[in-house]
């Protein structure tokens, strides 16, 4: 199952629930005594349940490949086509371009966060 969205009880009306906020649409159950949610009516949005998890194969992957940590450039000799690069929080912008130009000049994936690849 590829692209299932679980969204929060009403969270298309109200801006606190995350109304056009896509950080604050995050599932949580409802509980209400008459929720058609809750009670899994037809045409009223899906409920989380047993089967709607990932394969095991895709588990864990972003975008179809294994993220790979890099924090120098020892640690390219692990990453293969396979393998997406994420450059860690803590490395600097001087030894994060050194990096970047490294994994371009080897053909790499490299992930910048927030959804965006770069097809380097």
């Known amino acids: ?23 604050l649409q995050k599932w949580r159950r409802p509980r209400g005594m008459h929720s058609k949610i809750r009670k899994k009516r037809f045409g009223y949005p899906l409920f989380p349940m047993t089967g709607f998890k990932k394969n095991a194969n895709d588990s864990g992957k972003i975008h179809g490949l294994l993220p790979k940590v890099v924090y ?10 396979g393998h997406l690069v994420i450059f860690s929080r803590k490395i600097g912008a001087k030894k ?17 966060g927030r959804g965006k690849r770069n097809e380097a």
């Open 72 to 81: 120098s450039k020892s640690d390219f000799e692990d990453v293969n086509s």
């Open 1 to 23: 199952m590829i692209g299932r969205k679980f969204l929060r009880q009403d969270s298309v009306r109200h801006v606190r629930l995350g109304k056009n906020r896509p950080k």
């Open 96 to 112: 994060r371009i050194e990096l970047v130009k490294e994994a371009q000049t080897r053909k790499f994936k490299i992930f910048e």
